[in-house]
């Protein structure tokens, strides 16, 4: 049936889930208005209606747990808001661990929710059998129970933000498929139904599982996949009464909710089903799929010893349903890449009714600003590279990831599923001398190297795990004698052109209108001053730069500069990362064993710190740039492919006499939070200025031309920061810091720790952290301060300080 829509609209929201709901409801609530939703069956059919609906607010990250705890206040206040019923309730939820690994868990992450407002309760088994009489804690050991915790009802919520988006002007039509997504190349511009074309300033792709293949259709990238998720509604039974808490019991795998004095069951399991490898048929509607009861067997059996009393229970429901995961069980969220006025908000991983609240949110101020989203990073869209919409490989990782929200999150856990994807040309030889590899970003990396009669394979644990011994040999190697690292993974883009100079001179803090051959570390900032990339430019020629960044900002760095190029400059970018493969020679030895291979002088006076050129290395030529990111003299070689492999069997070769030592990045790590150097996406972010995090060395306020982010730069400098990052070195050598612990100051919290790592030659753990103070932050006021940082409850005290712990005058890199 025909219906009455608009010929054009500011927004077009494709999908009428929870979450395209949610969006709808805050673009109304922002004044954003001339907003049609567009759903192409009914509100909530197609994975929304048979959610669990729990709501919980402890997330991995300050910033999504803030985004849960909103949505948790939103639900709270939406039926008196709007009238529509949502059986929202907070009755809180209990987390069981049945082993000290995942108490260990459990306890970190009660000590994280300190710093993001957030009560936590520390149980024992007798404290937790008197919250939840029904089940047997004779194999737990601990667990946390957080009050404000929840529960709703997934369809009424979704109606519930329908209603309120109405009532703020949101046109919604139901039964109306979108068939195209209108573009011009460059930005969305509507789409079209069959009753008709909306043109449009912005379209959101919020189709939930569907999402995939819509985007596609118009060359962007939205890695998900559809996994059957089970559960089992049992007939009422007694003892089962409304205030019961929501109980996850992770290594049960699974989960209960009271639902009307039934239990309802959900699984989690570690090897789940992929659905819909050949798409997802357009007539879905509240449907389910077909039953596997053996699937879902293991998972039953092991609730009937949880909760003893399911087995007199009768079973009124079993239930199959698709939901979307994604390839690290971050949801997607932002503007498309590559397709300005496109947003994507797709891929929830069974949270979707717990983040649609904060999700919805930000997305319609990013809408209405037209600025990318803030400190988000874990969800952010751009984190995503292409080759991840392979449906091979989604199809093999989300058969893990679905597993993964409910398995031990141990610290540097790796996947299993789909790896090998990307490998550098030293891959094979490096496996051959012992390297355990980790992925990341698609890269197979070495993180540390087994010794001789172990076996590459972590033994996971929040301690000391099984390579921390063979690391420190790695770290103490780059102290004292010279390490090799494979740093292929670098992203390496070209900018040439006349304007080159020009472009990235406005984009970037730093000056980089240097002499060719100079390497220049500098941030790319927002007109706030937030740090929006971290990376080297090196100028190969006047016309010619060589920028480099980390493998995780491939997209997004390119992204950033492209969309800063005017249309009228004469300059390009090209991505060469798959041309150039790097390899990073480190340590005090590292001159004496390139000058071995090499006719060029290497020396200080003729090749000083910060200088890249080409050099004879072997039989081939390489681009050497003195720069290091572990605090040790040293280059980074950056080698065109098809000499890789030749230049690497030089260095080994030749590295025999001088002790040459393999080394991962675990190493890379420990060695680089020693010197204090900055890791983006944990120390710095889109929401940290370079004076706030101690960089203020890499900003040239009064270069000619400015750059972007200047003005908001000079307003802090003549207000002061109100936060500002600090190194912590831990008094007690035994406790292990990773990130979110929180920082004591005179037993006050006043900030946590972005990231840690064993510092093997200050001879405890390090970490990186903001201290914060609203009346303004100091060297004084940070030297005055008592510091403690709290791991898993218990507080330990620690040494701050503004300059790095090791080789604060950086003698050692300039040697």
């Not at 971050?330 to 717990?354: D, K, T, V």
């Amino acid at each position: 049936m025909a219906q009455d829509l608009p010929r054009s609209a500011r927004v077009v929201i494709v999908g009428g889930g929870v979450v395209g709901c949610s969006v709808a409801y805050h673009l109304a609530r922002a004044g954003v208005n001339d907003v049609v939703l567009l759903e192409r069956r009914e509100l909530t059919c197609g994975t929304t209606w048979h959610a669990a609906g729990l709501i919980g607010q402890l997330r991995p990250s300050k910033r999504m747990t803030e985004l849960a705890k909103y949505t948790a206040e939103l639900y709270t206040g939406l039926e008196a808001e709007t009238g529509q019923a949502t059986g929202f309730k907070q009755n809180g939820s209990i987390s069981l661990a049945t082993h000290e690994g995942r108490f260990e868990e459990l306890k970190r992450s009660a000590s994280m929710a300190k710093v993001f407002d957030l009560r936590v309760d520390v149980l024992g088994p007798d404290e937790i059998k008197e919250r939840y009489p029904l089940i047997s804690v004779d194999d737990v050991v601990g667990g946390i129970f957080i009050p404000s915790d929840g529960q709703t009802n997934p369809i009424d919520v979704s109606r519930a933000l329908a209603k309120g988006a109405r009532d703020g002007g949101v046109l919604i039509r139901e039964g109306v498929s979108v068939t195209a997504i209108r573009h011009d190349g460059e930005r969305a511009t509507g789409v079209e139904t069959p009753e008709g074309v909306i043109a449009a300033e912005t379209v959101v792709l919020s189709a939930g599982m569907w999402t995939r293949e819509l985007a596609a259709t118009i060359g962007v990238h939205v890695p998900l996949h559809a996994c059957e998720h089970f559960y089992v509604m049992t007939d009422p039974f007694e003892g089962v009464t409304p205030d019961l808490p929501v109980l996850r019991d992770y290594d049960g795998c699974a989960y209960y909710k009271e639902d009307a004095g039934k239990i309802l069951l959900g699984a989690f399991e570690p090897d789940a089903k992929p659905w819909g490898m050949d798409g997802i048929p357009e007539d879905f509607c509240f449907d389910q799929l077909p039953d596997d009861f053996e699937h879902f067997e293991p998972v039953l059996t092991h609730a009937l010893k949880r909760m003893p009393a399911l087995a007199d229970a009768g079973i009124q429901t079993f239930f199959c349903g698709p939901e979307s995961f994604t390839p690290d069980d971050r949801y997607h969220l932002g503007e498309a890449p590559g397709l300005s006025g496109c947003y994507i908000a797709a891929g929830f991983n069974s949270i979707g009714i717990q983040s649609a609240g904060g999700a919805g949110k930000v997305l319609a101020e990013c809408i209405k600003t037209g600025r990318p989203l803030l400190d988000m990073w874990d969800v952010d869209i751009r984190r995503n590279l292409p080759f991840q919409t392979n449906r091979r490989y989604l199809r093999e990782r989300v058969s893990e990831t679905l597993g993964l929200l409910y398995d031990d999150h141990w610290p540097f856990r790796q996947y299993a599923t789909a790896r090998g994807v990307r490998r550098s040309p030293f891959h094979d030889r490096l496996a051959a001398r012992g390297a355990c590899h980790g992925e990341a970003f698609g890269w197979e990396r070495p993180n540390w190297y087994a010794t001789e009669g172990m076996e590459p394979r972590y033994e996971y644990s929040f301690g000391r795990q099984n390579w921390f011994d063979c690391s420190a040999e790695e770290h103490r190697a780059v102290r004292e004698g010279v390490g090799l690292f494979d740093q292929t993974s670098f992203a390496k883009f070209r900018l040439q052109g006349r304007d080159a100079a020009k472009v990235l001179g406005r984009v970037s803090a730093n000056e980089v209108d240097v002499p060719p051959g100079r390497i220049v570390y500098t941030q790319w900032l927002n007109d706030a001053g937030g740090i929006e990339a971290d990376l080297t430019v090196t100028r190969l020629a006047e016309d010619d730069y060589l920028i480099v960044t980390s493998g995780e900002f491939q997209v997004r760095d390119a992204l950033w500069l492209t969309r800063h190029i005017p249309e009228d400059a004469h300059a390009v970018l090209t991505d060469v990362t798959s041309g150039l493969a790097v390899l990073s020679v480190m340590g005090p030895r590292a001159r004496e064993l390139l000058q071995s291979l090499s006719p060029d002088d290497l020396g200080n006076e003729a090749f000083p710190f910060g200088t890249s050129r080409e050099i004879e290395l072997g039989y081939a030529r390489a681009r050497a740039s003195r720069i290091t990111y572990v605090g040790e003299l040293g280059w980074e070689l950056y080698i065109p492919t098809e000499f890789a492999a030749g230049i690497y069997d030089a260095l080994v070769e030749a590295g025999e006499d001088v002790g040459l030592r393999h080394v991962g990045m675990h190493a890379m790590n420990s060695l680089r939070i020693e010197k204090a150097y900055r890791h983006y996406g944990h120390d710095i972010s889109d929401a940290d200025t370079p004076l706030e995090a101690g960089l203020g060395f890499a900003v040239k306020l009064d270069k000619p031309g400015g750059f972007i982010g200047r003005d908001a730069l000079l307003r802090q400098r003549e207000e002061g920061v109100r936060q500002r990052l600090v190194q912590f070195l831990l008094e007690d050598p035994g406790p292990l810091l990773y990130h979110n612990e929180p920082i004591w100051r005179d037993d006050a919290i006043c900030g946590y720790v972005r990231s840690g790592m064993y510092g093997h030659t200050l001879g405890g753990a390090v970490g990186l952290g903001y201290v914060e103070n609203a009346a303004g932050v100091d060297s004084d006021y940070v030297t005055a301060g008592r510091y403690e940082i709290e791991v898993a409850g218990v507080r330990y005290p620690a040494k701050a300080s503004l300059r790095p712990l090791y080789d604060p005058g950086s003698k050692r890199i300039k040697a």
